[in-house]
């Protein structure tokens, strides 16, 4: 076979090494700090279930298809419409409010490029059944905790979809033209300027509305504060945007109001927010906002609803060479390898990760240089003079220092 027939297709890649699978288990950690509930849903859905909730960009994107049983389905965009399906199929058995996380793959049929691929990884969080703003504050919270572990710097971008609706009736905006410049301004970044603003004008925009709504989506920070409340007061809106960087401010998180972060996604009702790293151009690393119409659609019953998600593969791809692992690596010599085999018995009935090399016939050298491709930084030689004294020596690849440790030393960790 070709060897071109040997990669993965375009937007697809095959994943070797630890820092996703670091990522994803220091998020698993900080999901299950706050109490979130595991949830595993099916990476297929039927399409009524997928359609029409994505806005005419995310359902473009939608991977759709017929099964061996004639029925009409399709792989899930992301994760929170299965979740909404979920929360719909079970609502009078569930303890509200539901804090549920899930972590698995979502597919997008979209263009690949830095930052997106057509199957990616992530990690959500959300609340359903809980009011506002104290479920956001708790997101916010598991955000923070979440960088603190992976050692990140984020800023966020803060928004609301009721404000963008009620500058948008100030500007006595066309009901038919609003779903379609919000999805125009959340694509801003990645399009030209030029095409843009040739998007922009096709708009059916009095010169007014056009000067005024570029304006406030263009506005930044306490300059877009001021221009936002000149347009439509002190609405509720505005006052929990402004409570959310008020709370921002006090833990510490670089936190800004950003109305051209309006997210393309037709299910968002009320707070919308991104987080981007700082030295990281591959676009927002976690993202979401509130969604309290989207299970009213499947039920006819509304219930409040807000969720994030963390892009994994960004955050590995961010984060790439940061996994700090704990595996231990010994080297199997003939001397000592039946002693061996019962200490790591034990080491892993003490919970402690370890590699062990399988065949004790291969020469020392030939094992350290499989270690040292592996990505291993020190690894432990059984040799039976230290042995014998309950030791073990302890090998630094990067320097090559060697020094004798107790096993008991390196049982306890």
């Known amino acids: ?9 375009s937007g ?26 595991a949830l595993e849903t099916p990476a297929i859905e039927r399409q009524e279930i997928l359609l029409g909730k994505l806005g005419e960009e995310g359902q473009k994107q939608l991977y759709l298809f017929e099964d061996n049983g004639k029925r009409k389905v399709g792989l899930r965009y992301d994760l929170t419409v299965p979740l909404a399906r979920f929360v719909a199929g079970n609502l009078g058995q569930l303890a ?26 992530q990690a959500d969080v959300d609340i359903i059944g809980a009011p506002e703003p104290s479920s956001e504050l708790e997101l916010f919270s598991v955000v923070s905790s979440a960088a603190e572990r ?26 038919s033209e609003r779903s379609k410049l919000l999805q125009l301004f959340d ?12 998007q922009y004008q096709k708009f059916s925009l009095t010169d007014v509305q056009s000067r005024q709504l570029s304006a406030y ?18 609405s509720e809106s505005l006052t929990t945007v402004k409570a959310m960087l008020a709370w921002a401010k006090r833990r510490g998180v670089k936190a800004e109001f950003a109305p051209s972060m309006v997210r393309g996604l037709d299910y968002y009702t009320g707070t919308i927010f991104e987080f981007k790293a700082d030295n990281y151009d591959g676009g927002t690393v976690v993202g979401g906002g509130r969604y309290d119409s989207l299970i009213e659609g499947l039920t006819g019953q509304k219930v409040p609803a807000v969720g994030l998600s963390f892009g994994v593969d960004r955050l590995s791809d961010l984060l790439s060479g940061e996994a700090q692992t704990d595996t231990l690596f010994i080297v199997r ?5 039946v002693e061996l085999n019962n200490w790591v018995r034990e080491l892993r009935k003490e919970g402690r990760k370890v590699e062990v090399y399988l065949d004790e016939t291969v020469e020392l050298g030939k094992q350290i240089k499989y270690a040292d491709k592996r990505g291993y930084k020190t690894i432990i030689i059984p040799l039976e003079e230290a042995w014998k004294k309950g030791q073990v020596e302890i090998k630094n690849l990067e320097t090559g ?13």
Not at 1 to 9: A, S
Not at 20 to 37: A, M, N, R
Not at 333 to 337: I, N, R
Request: charged share 35%; proline share 4%.
């Open 1 to 9: 076979m070709e060897k071109e027939n040997l990669l993965p297709l």
């Open 12 to 37: 697809f890649r095959d994943n070797l090494g630890p820092t996703k699978s670091w990522v994803i288990s220091e998020l698993q950690k900080t999901f299950q700090e706050y109490g979130y509930q």
């Open 96 to 121: 509200l409010p539901f804090k549920r996380y899930e972590i698995g793959s979502s597919w997008r049929a979209e263009r690949p490029q830095k930052g997106r691929y057509r199957q990616f990884t």
């Open 150 to 175: 992976l050692g990140l710097k984020l800023t966020c971008l803060i928004n609301d979809r009721r404000v963008v609706s009620e500058i948008f009736d100030s500007l006595k905006i066309q009901d």
């Open 187 to 198: 694509k801003k970044d990645k399009l030209p300027e030029a095409e843009f603003t040739s």
């Open 217 to 234: 989506f263009l506005a930044e920070g306490e300059e877009a504060l001021a221009s936002t409340e000149h347009l439509i007061g002190k």
């Open 333 to 337: 010599l003939p001397e000592t390898t």
């Open 401 to 413: 220092k060697q020094e004798a440790v107790k096993r008991d030393e390196i049982a306890n960790g």
